[in-house]
Structure formats: C-alpha cells, structure tokens
C-alpha cells in the first residue's frame, strides 16, 4: 500500500457533496446563482422568505426548462414566531371559457399538451408577492434586484439550459425556427443557437419585474400596500392586458378577467405523523398527499428491521406507492370544486385496509383503488376511473434562516417546450391545463371554468416532535413524492445526514401512465438505480417486478435544509444528480 496516499479506507460510504453546516443560513437550490441570490437577501437582513422569493425569481430565470415566471409555484411556510405551517396555493386556474364542451367543439379529445389552450392563469407571480406579504421583511424591489440584474446584464449559459433532454434550447431549437418567433428571439440570439458559457440576457423579463418593483415603489402607504399594487400591477393592468392580447391573438381561452379576477389562496396543509416527525405538504389539488397515505401504510410496518434498499424493504416500499398511486388517480382534484374524501384517505384505518392488500411474496400490476367513501379496502372495478397522464417539469428552493423561519418552494411550469414566448414579457405561458380530463363527467380532475388543475409539484415540510426539523422537495413529475418518500424512509428509520439521504439509491414505480406519448402504463415496472446492487435486482425480478435499471444518478434530483433547535446548526445539502444527469447546476449553502 501507498505511503503517500492521503487516503487509504473505501470511499464507497462518502458522499460526492460535502455535509454543509451552519449558523446564519442554510439554502438549497436548483442553480448556483439562485443559491448566492437566497443568501445574499439573508446577509442584507431578510428572512427565510425574502430569501426564498429572490430565489425564485432567479430559478425562473436561469433555469427555463423547467420553470419560468408565469408558471406555478405551491410554497409551504412556517414562520418561527407563530409555530403554524401555511400552505400557498400557487397553482393556476383554468379560464372561463375552458370547458370540456368547449375543447370538443374544436376537435380535441384531450387538452392539448402545449400552447395557448393549455395555458391558466400564471400563479407564481401572486404566490410569491402574497407570501412576501405575509411573511417577509423586504420589498419586492429587494428580493428581485438580483433577477433583474441577472436578466438585465447577463449570466453565462449552463448545460442544462441548453442540453436537457427533450426540454432544452437544443431540443426545441426547430420548434422555435419553425412555429414561436417569440422563443426564436429570446433563445436563440442573433439567429444561433447558443453555446455553453455565453452570456445570456432576458431584457424583457428585467422589464416585467421593474414594472412590479414600479408600482410598489410608486404607491403611498405601507409595504403591504405597495406588494398589493404589485400584486394588482400583474393581474389588473398592462402585464395582464399584454397576456390577454397574446392569447386572443392565437385564439386562446385566456382573457383579462381570467386574470382579474384569479386570487392567491392561503391553506391549512395536510399532515401526517410518522415515527416522531410530522410532515406537511399542500392540499389535494397537488399529488402532496399520496405521501402522507403511504406513511400512514408504512408506519404499521417495522421497515427498519427489513435493512435499507434489501429487496424486502424495496418491495413493500414499491407496493404501497402502487396503492397509494391509484388512489391518486381516482380521488386527488381542486377541493374547491370537487368534493375529495380526505378524511378517510388519509386515517390510519384505511390505510390499514389498503396495507392488508400487499403481498410480501408477489408483485401485483394491477391499478387497485380503495374505496374512500365507503371505507373499504377495494374499490368495485366498475367504479374506476381510466388513467391518464400527469405533468413534469420543476425546479424547488429549500430556505432556513437562524431564527428557524423555514420555507420549501416548488416553482414549476411555463417551462420554454410548454409554449412560446410572450415576447414582450420575456416568459411563455404555462401548460398544466394539459393535466386535465375532459372525461368522465363526474371526474374530480375534469376541466371547469375557474377550476385548478391537479398537479405534481409538491414541496415538504416537517417537524420533529413540535419543533422545526426540514424542509426538502425535487423536481421529477410522476416521481417526486415517491423520491421524497424514499429520502424521507432515509433520514427517519436509518438516521441518514441529509446528503447521505439524498445521494442515496432511488427508484420509481411506472405502474402509472407516464407524461409522454404514447402515454403508457407499465404494470409492474419498476426504474431503478443499479447502486442498490445484483442481488437486490435479481430479487425484486423474481418478485414478479419489471425491473428496468436506471442509468446511475438519474432518480432523484432532491434538495433540502434542516434546523436543529436544540443547538441552532443548520444544514443544506443538494443532489449531484443535477450535474451529472445536465438538468441542472444544484447547490446548497450553509453559514
């Protein structure tokens, strides 16, 4: 053996990123930039929140495959002073005009996946003005001076932007040539495609974020009159007037009343307790909940004593989310408009009906929902709905500030493959109307007038005992909560630090139908990282599972911040499958 080797032992159990910890400041991103913009508003004085909305702002615009302004943005709060978890709803909603009828009348059988007549109202905007309201110190022209200065003057382009599979300027590139002027003239400059490391600007963006800063500073009264004319300035005035005409241009379902009358609502968040911790995520109209439920199966289950990532563990993991996952498909919807049974979907005995259901020893590929209404563990087979697809495409920011102020944000939507560019706004319109049924009738996800269309994107947030604990979330449609899930499974039962729960080997079911067309179930499949070993793999096969391996380092994409206030460290940690995988350019800072 070496002498001069400064290390000798196995690396196999360290983790590519370091273990970040602090006093001051913990922050996780999806981009580097957006990480310094969120801890540069902490150092200046501003809180979790403020540092979570600048963060924001950044990630819509240096991250544009996945997230821009006129997206969608669900955002879990809890303030250190009043102990409460606030959830913000930050989803859009449907334009008068878009009723089933009405996308039949036009030949459709399925709300088209992009365009302007998949687009809703932009709720990221409001979400992210309403709780800086609510909750934050600065003003609105603090928080997103860095995004208009990054807009305004340029930052070097990363890989990901341009090279993401499917979803980058690369990808899109005759797309835009050939149907969107408007993203042709942003994305690609001077006619080019752009290369890595050149410098890239959104003047029209900077535009639309200095007219907000506009009307705030313009308006007499105190900070929250000048975020409600902000507020207002989006969604009464020229920004409004400009997507509206955009829309009418293309004979698009979006006016300005749609955006008149759209309103930001705040929210009790639904919460599970699970082996000491209590995790809270968004209402029903996100698919938050489906990890709640397969807490609730899980909790009555001594995982532990399985062995982490052993293929019994895996097995009974991968099970549940398949029952839990077609209760998804069956009851999650806007509970404004549709009446879900909660209640029952998230009490222990149901899940102890749909627990009963497993089978240690075999693999089922069937979509199995219980019956929620009537409390029974099956739901009779002429009562099913038909599946169908979900949405993709996040970015996520995870904020913990010293005094335990904690904020998990989930930015989504608007991504630049959703539709084209409004060119004098520097952002395109969203698309998660696509997510939409437009039969049966009595579907709780049908399209309606107004009504907000569930969604995938879903941040967390958890407390140990009655105290702060984590935040955490990741991008990944479908998968989200089932790599939460799993890294969640990874801090509570086997004491992971939070990089060693992130980098971790992961997985997800395909017994769902995917985004993509042709938009197939797979029964049984499972995707799954090759880390967890052969003899795992060779398992979970004779389990009756359709094992697919995974390239490594592509199940995850997780970030998150945790707060100890035992002692006051905090801790951050990001997921190098960003890197590896060219979606994005992750980190995490700790001071």
């Not at 409004?240 to 749609?258: M, Y």
């Not at 599970?272 to 899980?298: E, R, V």
């Not at 500030?401 to 991504?415: I, Q």
């Not at 706004?425 to 969203?430: I, T, Y």
């Amino acid at each position: 053996m070496s002498t001069r080797a400064f290390r000798s032992a196995s690396t196999d159990e360290s983790t590519f990123h370091a273990r970040l910890l602090g006093t001051r400041g913990a922050i996780a991103t999806e981009n580097y930039l957006a990480t310094h913009a969120g801890a540069d508003i902490l150092k200046a004085g501003g809180n979790a929140v403020d540092a979570a909305v600048a963060a924001v702002l950044v990630e819509g615009l240096v991250n544009p495959q996945m997230h821009t302004f006129g997206g969608e943005c669900p955002i879990l709060v809890r303030m250190a002073q009043s102990g409460d978890v606030e959830a913000v709803n930050g989803n859009t909603a449907a334009p008068q005009r878009a009723t089933a009828q009405a996308y039949r009348d036009r030949g459709y059988s399925d709300v088209p996946d992009e365009g302007v007549l998949a687009a809703g109202v932009p709720a990221a905007p409001g979400a992210l003005i309403r709780t800086l309201a609510r909750h934050g110190r600065l003003s609105l022209a603090e928080v997103a001076a860095p995004a208009i200065e990054l807009a305004r003057n340029g930052f070097p382009l990363h890989s990901g932007m341009l090279n993401q599979e499917k979803f980058g300027i690369r990808a899109l590139e005759q797309k835009f040539r050939r149907e969107w002027p408007g993203s042709a003239a942003l994305y690609l400059p001077d006619g080019d495609l752009p290369q890595v490391g050149q410098i890239f600007r959104n003047p029209a963006l900077a535009a639309t974020l200095e007219a907000l800063v506009h009307a705030e500073t313009s308006t007499r009264g105190d900070r929250k009159a000048g975020l409600d004319a902000a507020y207002r300035s989006f969604y009464q005035g020229d920004i409004a007037n400009e997507i509206a005409r955009f829309c009418k241009e293309r004979d698009g379902f979006l006016e300005r009343t749609d955006l008149a009358v759209y309103e930001t609502q705040i929210e009790t968040p639904h919460a599970m307790s699970f082996a000491g911790t209590t995790l809270y995520k968004c209402g029903f109209w996100t698919q938050g909940p489906t990890i709640l439920q397969c807490l609730a199966m899980l909790e009555r289950r001594n995982l532990h004593s399985l062995g982490h990532n052993s293929a019994e563990y895996l097995h009974v993991l991968i099970e549940t989310i398949k029952l839990v996952y077609a209760d998804r498909e069956q009851y999650y919807g806007d509970p404004s408009q549709t009446h879900v049974p909660a209640e029952m979907l998230l009490s222990k005995d149901y899940a102890a009906l749909r627990d009963a259901l497993i089978d240690t020893g075999k693999a089922i590929g069937e979509m199995r929902p219980g019956d929620a209404w009537e409390g029974k563990a099956l739901l009779a087979k002429e009562k099913r709905f038909e599946v169908a697809p979900w949405g993709h495409g996040t970015v996520h920011v995870d904020v913990i500030d010293s005094e335990g102020n904690m904020v998990a944000a989930t930015p989504s939507g608007a991504w630049i493959k959703s539709a084209e560019v409004v060119p004098a706004l520097g952002f395109p319109l969203g698309n998660r109307l696509m997510t939409f049924y437009l039969e049966p009738e009595h579907h709780p996800n049908r399209v309606a007038p107004f009504k907000r269309p569930r969604t995938t994107i879903s941040p967390s947030l958890a407390l140990r005992g009655d105290k702060p604990w984590m935040v955490f979330g990741s991008m990944g449609g479908d998968q989200q909560d089932q790599w939460q899930l799993q890294f969640y499974l990874n801090r509570v039962l086997f004491g992971m630090t939070i990089q060693q729960a992130i980098e971790a080997p992961k997985l997800s079911s395909e017994n769902f139908p995917g985004f993509f067309a042709p938009h197939d179930r797979f029964p049984n499949r499972v995707r799954i990282e090759p880390r967890v070993g052969g003899a795992v793999l060779q398992e979970l096969e004779k389990l009756g599972h359709d094992i697919e391996v995974a390239t490594d380092w592509s199940e995850g994409y997780l970030l998150a911040a945790s707060y100890d206030p035992d002692t006051g460290v905090l801790e951050a940690g990001s997921d190098p499958r960003g890197p590896k995988g060219d979606v994005f350019q992750s980190s995490a800072m700790c001071w």
